[in-house]
């Protein structure tokens, strides 16, 4: 591949291509997520417009792909809760296998922070799932620190996952 990757914030008109990313993220690695591609594939159109929609609020959401041309190669989702603005949250990080080793989850969670310290938040969040090597290096490359014992996943306890912080006053 010689393009560059490049960075695509998703606005409500892109709830097609956010779902396909999203299932394509499922199928390909369904244990890095909580959401199951069953459970996903399910879920009316309508629902997929509305999860977008509401990711047009930048002030608590950041619905990003990564693109490389014309295909979406990187999803992440950066979310603060509004009744917490000081703590920001790293979702649905995935990246597929023909960018991977391209620089494009770095990208991703490059520009999640950015948002999260530019919105206020002192720290940023995410789970990763035990085992996962190569997550577990991006976000520890990015300053990432284990917070607390791992914990199994609320709907598969054979899969543990890890919470893991960065502090974003440093």
Known sequence: MSESPCLYVLTPNDWREYRAIRLRALADSP?????????????????????????????????????????????????????DPHVAYLFQMWVAPEARRLG?????????????????????????????????????????????EPKPFAERPALLEQRMRLDLSI
């Open 104 to 148: 494009v989850g770095r990208l991703l969670v490059d520009a999640v922070i950015d948002w999260a310290r530019r919105a206020g938040a002192r720290r940023l969040e995410l789970e990763v799932t035990c085992g996962n090597t190569p997550a577990w290096s991006l976000y520890s490359r990015a300053g990432f620190q284990p917070v607390g």
């Open 31 to 83: 244990d890095a997520f909580a959401s199951t591609l069953a459970r996903e594939e399910g879920r009316p159109d309508a629902e997929w417009a509305n999860r977008v929609a509401a990711g047009a609020d930048a002030r608590y959401h950041l619905p990003l792909v990564t693109r490389l041309g014309s295909r979406f190669v990187g999803l992440a989702w950066g979310r603060i809760m509004e009744s």
